[in-house]
């Protein structure tokens, strides 16, 4: 019998359901972290506080989906004839089971989001309506928030659903909702950038080629996306983009109230936005070197001249990480396979080479070394995607994922509201005794 990615889950849940319930029952009074007042001032850095199964960042290593490395994932997924990067459906299948689908299964997964990916002519009104001068983050926020009215979660909890079968009707609304991102993504790039008619979805295609062919751009943009969507998908659960999807998630919101507010996180500096602001500075030293390679003094100065004037290098540091983030050096390989000769892969390369003995000497960051978005935006600029306020988008599809598998997993468990307890100053002050 061929068994579709929502049984086998299902089939998943069941099992998993009494490990949590034991782990609740049985051992909740087990203390297995402790928090200083660095931590609670500090952003809860490194708090144990949050629980997922989906993902796992080790800070020497890096990222790992299911207990498998990036590279794992994406030489056991399966891949279409002739692609290099595998079918982006098949790691829903893996995130959110845990095993790695067969070609037949990743077909089923495709179809099903052939099925769902016609989007609602309102969405593209209010896409429509939005002034082009206007970030694609917010209007990628606002076209995901305007679908909420299609949530099956909103229409069966408010009909009695029981609270063992939320998982199911979140299911559906997530895969409603990734089906159709590519095509709003796609939507918004036309409409600020591209400027043509809107090319149509293609319901032959699975989702990395469909979205490079609404872009309007050839091989081998179809496996940078499939490559880009699946390294962006997840990140463990305490990231601001995860942990808002959860946090919301978890007051019952559904799927698309959800996700259109972890695409707020998202849209950060300091977070995703940080792929933009690295081709912003890359372009700002290009402008300044008349597009001339720069030495490597040259290069040194520029970012030194952004240090002292008291900024932070964009795609470098990491709250978690203290190695080179293996999403960096998947894309650098990638990079250097199919772009080697780009003037803007050289600029990048020279700054993986030159700003984390600079950030050392400089002192303060704790992880010197190159995050994912030092070298997604070279990639997207190679292709010709050279508008790097729509870099962030991409990442929120990828996003988007991995954050939805988390949100059926958290339905599935009962994991509770998310609601912790914040103390005052003066609480704090009289906690170290230096306050009665
Ligand atoms: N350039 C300059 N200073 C830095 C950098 C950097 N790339 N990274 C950290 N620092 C500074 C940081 O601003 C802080 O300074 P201060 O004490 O004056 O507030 C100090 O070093 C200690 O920060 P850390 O504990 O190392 O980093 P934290 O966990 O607070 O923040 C980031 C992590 C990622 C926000 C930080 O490294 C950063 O701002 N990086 C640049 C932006 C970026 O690339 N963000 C993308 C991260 C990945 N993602 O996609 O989300
Ligand atoms: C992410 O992918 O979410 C970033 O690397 C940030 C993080 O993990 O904190």
Same mark, same amino acid.
């Given at each position: 019998m061929r068994e579709t990615l929502k049984l086998r889950l299902s089939r998943k849940i069941d099992e998993h359901r009494p490990r949590t319930e034991r782990l609740l029952k049985e051992y909740g009074d087990v203390q297995i972290d402790g928090v200083t007042v660095a931590q609670v001032i500090g952003g809860m850095r490194g708090i144990k506080s949050l629980v997922t199964d989906i993902s796992y960042l080790d800070p020497e290593e890096g990222i790992r989906y299911r207990g498998y490395t990036l590279d794992?994932?994406?030489q056991n997924l399966p891949k279409a004839k002739g692609a290099e990067m595998p079918y982006v459906e098949g790691l829903l299948y893996l995130l959110l089971t845990?095993?790695?689908p067969n070609e037949e299964e990743v077909m089923l997964v495709v179809e099903q989001f052939n099925k769902r990916r016609i989007v609602p002519r309102y969405v593209y009104n209010v896409i429509d309506s939005f002034p082009t001068s206007s970030h694609p983050m917010a209007i990628f926020s606002t076209a995901i928030l305007t679908l909420n009215r299609e949530s099956d979660f909103n229409r069966e909890y408010h009909a009695g +659903?029981?609270?063992e079968d939320y998982w199911e009707a979140t299911y559906e609304d997530a895969l409603n909702l990734l089906a159709k991102l590519p095509e709003i993504?796609?939507?918004?790039?036309n409409k600020l950038y591209r400027k043509g008619d809107p090319i149509q979805s293609d319901p032959k295609l699975d989702m990395g080629a469909d979205f490079a062919h609404m872009m309007g751009i050839d091989k081998p943009y179809d496996d940078v996306s499939r490559l880009h969507f699946i390294i962006h998908s997840d990140h463990e659960s305490g990231n601001v983009s995860a942990h808002t999807g959860h946090l919301v998630a978890s007051s019952l919101s559904d799927i698309y109230l959800s996700i259109s507010a972890m695409i707020n996180g998202l849209a950060g500096p300091l977070h995703? +936005?940080?792929n933009q602001e690295v081709l912003r500075w890359l372009q700002d030293v290009m402008d300044k070197m008349d597009n001339k390679i720069p030495t490597e003094d040259e290069m040194k100065q520029f970012v030194w001249d952004t240090l002292n004037s008291g900024q932070v290098i964009p795609g470098f540091g990491h709250a978690v990480l203290r190695k080179t983030d293996p999403r960096y050096m998947l894309q650098r390989e990638f990079s250097k396979k199919h772009l080697p000769d780009d003037p803007i892969f050289k600029y990048a390369d020279l700054l993986y080479k030159?700003?984390?003995?600079i950030l050392q000497e400089h002192g303060k960051a704790k992880n010197p070394w190159p995050n994912v978005d030092a070298q997604s935006g070279v990639i997207q600029w190679h292709y010709g995607v050279k508008d790097y306020d729509f870099y962030t988008v991409l990442f929120g599809i990828g996003r988007s994922i991995g954050i939805c598998a988390n949100i059926i997993w958290d339905r599935a468990l009962g994991y509770p509201l998310e609601r912790p307890k914040s103390v005052t100053t003066d609480m704090l002050e009289k906690m170290v005794g230096i306050k009665k």
């Open positions: 794992e994932v994406i845990g095993d790695f +659903l029981k609270k993504a796609a939507y918004i790039y995703g +936005l940080a030159v700003v984390p003995p």
